[in-house]
């Protein structure tokens, strides 16, 4: 079936440390793979994403790389912010002919502390 | 702003009751989907609509029904409200042409607190 094995949380990092949250995955199909990010009190919003495999997604200095090879789409940024304390969620969709409903991880909890 | 709008924000009601959340999505997008976020069960799936017609169907239970209007906006019925039942609805919205479904952008969710 279709999956996603998101790293657990709680994450507690100090400004301007390296952030990495391991995402892996399961798909019966050729997948697009999703980082989504949730602020404290808002809804979901977009982050990155990649379609195929060696793409790499990046927006607000995060990225991920689809790794076809390790079913893998690990978010790291180089230097986080307390902007960006938030919840992240690793998330696939397969295009299938009658629908594409997202699959997500369980979501990793990032607290950056000045 | 993702351009996808969700009524009400919040939604406090009793076991036993029925509600509606309403959700409209981007101008143009044709797919309506539904998600339910809960702490025990995290964001699950529920319903996908395209351009009036149901497309698939996730964790829905029987008592939850949808259906997309003309206007292409979308609503959520949940009947015989259990506790359980209480978590954030997501509506997100999608282009869908030249065979592709395109990315899903989603409302700020509803809050239902069943008590």
């Known amino acids: 079936g279709n999956s996603v094995t998101q790293m657990e949380g709680p994450v507690t990092l100090s400004e301007e440390a390296f952030l990495t949250i391991n995402c892996t995955y399961t798909?019966?199909?050729?997948?697009?793979l999703f980082w989504y990010v949730q602020y404290p009190g808002e809804g979901l919003q977009l982050l990155l994403k990649a379609t195929k495999a060696d793409d790499k997604g990046s927006n607000k200095g995060f990225e991920a790389t689809y790794r076809k090879e390790t079913t893998s789409f690990h978010l790291e940024k180089g230097s986080v912010q307390v902007s960006d304390s938030a919840v992240y969620f690793c998330?696939?969709?397969?295009?299938?002919?009658?629908?594409?409903?997202?699959?997500f991880g369980t979501g990793t909890r990032l607290t950056v502390i000045p | 702003d993702s351009g996808v709008t969700q009524t009400p924000k919040h939604l406090i009601t009793a076991t036993g009751q029925r509600v509606t959340l309403r959700c409209s999505p981007r101008s143009g997008d044709l797919s309506v989907y539904w998600y339910q976020q809960s702490l025990d069960q995290g964001l699950q799936f529920l319903i996908q609509?395209?351009?009036?017609?149901?497309?698939a169907k996730g964790n829905i239970l029987e008592r939850f029904s949808a259906q997309q209007f003309p206007d292409l906006h979308s609503e959520l019925n949940l009947s015989s409200l259990e506790l359980g039942d209480s978590a954030l609805y997501f509506c997100a919205s999608s282009v869908a042409s030249g065979g592709t479904w395109g990315t899903q952008y989603f409302g700020p969710g509803t809050r239902l607190t069943v008590l």
């Open positions: 609509y395209y351009n009036g017609e149901e497309r």
């Open positions: 998330a696939l969709s397969v295009h299938q002919t009658g629908a594409n409903n997202l699959f």
């Open positions: 798909a019966t199909g050729y997948p697009s």
